[in-house]
């Protein structure tokens, strides 16, 4: 699903500090990223990977079918734009704080030309054993040790907390199929139900884990979805923040945490999704519950 | 951001929303001043960032010289659901037919902004929210006046009014779009006994990621409110955000204070969610919310652990991250330490619990066993690391 391990990579944005060592660690785990680019610093390499001024001249020399984006966020919409003007059909976006607006312009450009698009501010994806993208995991002996092939899949609005799931679940001897930061933002490209949709028919998953968060309209649209057509999954999900239902207009850890107006209350989103049939865990080790 | 009226009607002044020029009045005297170039009945109203400002108390009406005085000096100083008031505005009071709303906010599910229309606006404009009339739209083009009119006439509207109203739209939706708008409310939108239109108060909030391309567009509106909620930062909070300002890597200024004894440094955004619920539901009191991730520099680290340990009645403090990605745990364990010995106190008494595992685990495990701590490793999960820290913390406060 969304990833092979024969996908072609690029890296807007390859030679910033960040990128250049996501680069590394992804050649480290087997990921075949190919080019990168920079505007202006074509005919340079980061770690052997050669970097273009251009999307265009990358995908003549080497073909991308993937691109990792890592560039300040006032340059994410024109990168984004840039690689879907050159067929480029996953698009991952790590860059923080894109303006809301931006965001929303390049994912209705990515429903036009068919580009799926996970993030802003992901830390990345991941099948274990398979391929990676973006930073997830961090170093590679650290990816070795939190991830491991498996029939479960991880959905997290927390980058850092599809980590810690996926490290829980194989110290159970749990192992993922893939595992997903869909990004901490209010607007991403895809969202839990975009997602279960994918996931439903991809014959190597049997089971999801999701992280919800207050804020948003994640958790209650998954929830309708999974109200008007059942799923074959067993989906358990785990929603911290309980405490920011009672600090209405108070903002925590990411941008969508935040309570407004009594909408996206953890309160809500838990009775919604419960309702849909998905095992809430009231506290983070039951997230294990029928998946042993 | 969320803006103060006055600053939302000055900025939508320039995309052509019709509205009452409010007088900025930062002293009685002021008030007074302001009230006698009006000559005439005026609403003077406190210039807070939140809605519900009749039912605080903070929308007066004055008649004479003396009652705006009055009004003026009870107002400015006072602190309104934790918000300082420092200016109020004075208005000449309009006269009206009707009052409708309009809006444009964000359709999360959509991902696309969305036009609002009720033609029950005012203070009623929630419990007749079944009359609202709604269209998304484009984020790449705002309404047209064609859209914005089959919008007021889906609302109910016929005549002049649709006109009028159908055009306002289209302007709501271009302001909405250039100004990285969050919120844009305008609500009482009313029609005058001449039929025309006017925008009696507006709500404006603005994308705080967005805000490097809004100076031109902020510029000459005054301070911005800062405060989320329009609670007025504490002056550990606001220490923690200048911390966090001095360098920009890393994320580690969003601290939030609590009446407890127990200090924590948590991270990233989702762990200190998860921790911080699992510390209440295992009863511990926590001083404080304090996220941290993102990669943060060791001094950023030291002046916040001190920061945090130098608040009175805080007896410990536990650190507790998921496994790490970018974050270095030796990094973040050189910190804690230079922290808390900065603060005059010894790690091995102060630190009840250190759990960073992920990159650079070893040497923080190492680093701190050197100063007489155990760091727990991923065998032990958020929710037992938050247990022991509580149990630690509880058991040593009793005796």
Request: aromatic share 4%; net charge negative; glycine share 12%.
């Amino acid at each position: 699903m969304l990833i092979s391990s024969e996908d072609k990579i690029l890296v807007q944005g390859i030679t910033g500090r960040e990128a250049s060592e996501m680069v590394a660690e992804s050649l480290a785990y087997g990921s075949k990223v190919v080019a990168g680019v920079t505007p202006g610093k074509a005919g340079q390499s980061v770690h052997g990977v050669p970097v273009f001024d251009t999307v265009r001249a990358a995908v003549a020399a080497h073909q991308p079918t993937v691109t990792v984006i890592s560039v300040p966020a006032a340059g994410v919409l024109d990168a984004a734009l840039e690689a879907f003007a050159h067929g480029i059909k996953l698009c991952l976006i790590m860059s923080e704080r894109v303006p809301r607006r931006d965001t929303a312009c390049l994912v209705a450009a990515s429903r036009e030309c068919g580009c799926t698009v996970i993030g802003p501010n992901t830390l990345g994806l991941i099948r274990p054993g398979v391929a990676k993208l973006g930073t997830i995991g961090g170093r590679v002996d650290n990816v070795k040790k939190s991830f491991l092939p498996g029939r479960t899949a991880i959905l997290s609005r927390s980058g850092g907390m599809t980590t810690e799931i996926a490290s829980f679940l194989t110290s159970r001897g749990i192992g993922q199929s893939i595992a997903i930061g869909v990004g901490g933002d209010p607007i991403i490209g895809s969202n839990f139900t975009d997602l279960l949709r994918l996931l439903e028919s991809d014959s190597s998953t049997d089971a999801v884990v999701i992280y919800g968060e207050p804020g948003g309209t994640a958790e209650e649209e998954l929830a309708d979805y999974l109200c008007a057509r059942k799923s074959r999954l067993r989906i358990n999900a785990f929603l911290s923040g309980r405490f920011v239902d009672d600090m209405e207009g108070v903002r925590f850890g990411h941008a969508a945490v935040m309570v407004e107006g009594g909408r996206g209350s953890v309160k809500g989103k838990a009775e919604c999704l419960r309702a849909a049939g998905v095992h809430v865990a009231d506290k983070f080790d039951d997230i294990l519950e029928g998946l042993l | 951001m969320r803006l103060l009226e006055h600053q939302c009607k000055r900025l939508l002044a320039g995309f052509g929303i019709p509205f009452t020029e409010p007088r900025l009045a930062a002293t009685p005297a002021e008030a007074e001043a302001a009230f006698q170039a009006i000559n005439g009945p005026a609403v003077l109203k406190a210039q807070v960032p939140f809605g519900g400002r009749g039912k605080a108390g903070a929308i007066r009406m004055v008649s004479t010289a003396a009652e705006a005085v009055a009004h003026a000096s009870d107002l400015i100083g006072k602190s309104i659901r934790g918000y300082q008031v420092s200016e109020v505005s004075l208005e000449p009071k309009a006269l009206f037919e009707r009052e409708y709303y309009a809006g444009v906010a964000w359709d999360l599910r959509q991902r696309q902004p969305v036009a609002i229309f009720n033609r029950a606006g005012g203070i009623e404009v929630e419990s007749e929210a079944s009359q609202a009339v709604k269209r998304t739209f484009d984020p790449r083009t705002p309404l047209t006046a064609y859209q914005g009119r089959e919008l007021a006439e889906q609302g109910g509207l016929e005549g002049r009014e649709l006109v009028l109203v159908g055009s306002l739209i289209a302007s709501l939706s271009r302001a909405f779009l250039e100004l990285d708008a969050t919120t844009l409310e305008i609500n009482p939108l009313v029609v005058t006994g001449e039929g025309k239109l006017l925008c009696l108060d507006a709500h404006v909030e603005l994308d705080d990621d967005a805000a490097y391309r809004l100076k031109s567009a902020l510029a000459g509106l005054g301070d911005i409110p800062t405060a989320a909620g329009g609670r007025t930062p504490t002056a550990m909070e606001e220490e923690a955000a200048r911390i966090d300002a001095r360098d920009h890597r890393g994320v580690a200024g969003r601290v939030v204070e609590f009446p407890g004894d127990l200090a924590l440094l948590i991270g990233g955004g989702g762990a200190s969610l998860t921790v911080f619920d699992a510390v209440l539901r295992h009863g511990g009191k926590p001083a404080n919310y304090c996220e941290i991730g993102g990669n943060p520099t060791e001094e950023k680290v030291a002046d916040l652990t001190k920061l945090l340990l130098l608040k009175p009645g805080v007896r410990h403090l536990a650190v507790i991250m998921n496994v790490v990605n970018n974050t270095r745990a030796d990094v973040m364990a050189r910190g804690v330490v230079q922290g808390i010995r900065s603060a005059g106190q010894e790690p091995s008494e102060v630190l009840s619990v250190f759990r960073i595992p992920g990159s650079w685990e070893e040497e923080a495990v190492a680093l701190l066993k050197e100063n007489g701590v155990t760091a727990l490793g991923r065998e032990v999960s958020l929710d037992a690391a938050a247990a022991l820290a509580v149990k630690h913390s509880n058991s040593q406060s009793s005796c």
